[in-house]
């Protein structure tokens, strides 16, 4: 999958929640997810979340890129792998989260609360067609907004985009698909800057180096 995401501090602005509508799709709310990071470089994503360990792994660096209307970012690739490890419809205490997500044990390790709305596309054909986020097509546009906590490191936000489909093209797809839908009345006064443009292993190890600096 290729993704583009960015990260800001503070809480999720209400023009940006406007922007969203603006895209005419099946805005989803998602329920609330508590996760525990744990720290192992730029390129590898793990983490304990909803009865699974999943790890992520982004073979080579971010591609930069700029948009016409000036946005910049890094496109990333990432290959996604989870091993499960308690039924998904078990509503009791998990102890494996719990321990964890203990700051007192070694290793680096971030908790976080997570809510987020997700926008799903058909991108099959030229014009997007909104679906709901369940629904699967061979070539999907996902957009998602959301607010994130992270335990000791404050409150944030993050807007993020990916495609999904013929890896051959799905680069250059998700480009155009992104400026088509920050077309759409992206707030001038937030800019979107390849500095701010990361995956989450990045983004913690840029807490990481707030802490030691």
């Not at 990260?7 to 969203?20: C, K, N, R």
């Not at 930069?64 to 990432?78: C, D, N």
């Not at 709901?132 to 985009?161: C, N, R, S, Y």
């Not at 390849?194 to 990481?208: I, K, N, W």
């Amino acid at each position: 999958m290729y993704e583009v995401r960015w990260f800001f501090e503070g809480t999720l602005p209400s023009e940006v929640h406007a922007w969203l509508n603006s895209l005419r799709g099946m805005p989803e709310a998602q329920p609330t997810r508590p996760e525990v990071y744990l720290r192992w470089g730029e390129q590898i994503g793990l983490k304990i979340s909803r009865g699974n360990l999943e790890l992520k792994y982004c073979p080579t660096p971010g591609e930069p890129f700029t948009l016409a209307g000036g946005w910049s970012g890094s496109i990333e690739t990432w290959t996604r792998s989870e091993w499960q490890y308690r039924p998904k419809d078990q509503s009791d205490p998990d102890p494996v989260f719990d321990q964890f997500a203990n700051n007192a044990f070694a290793g680096i390790r971030f908790r976080t609360q997570k809510n987020r709305i997700l926008l799903k596309f058909d991108a099959t054909q030229e014009e997007l067609l909104p679906i709901k986020p369940k629904d699967i097509a061979p070539e999907a546009f996902l957009v998602e907004l959301g607010g994130l906590t992270v335990m000791d490191h404050g409150t944030w936000w993050f807007v993020q985009f990916e495609l999904v489909g013929d890896e051959r093209t799905a680069k250059d797809a998700l480009k155009k698909r992104m400026a088509w839908a920050l077309g759409q009345g992206w707030p001038g006064g937030l800019p979107l800057r390849q500095a701010d443009s990361m995956g989450y292993p990045r983004f913690f190890e840029r807490l990481v180096g707030r802490d030691l600096g």
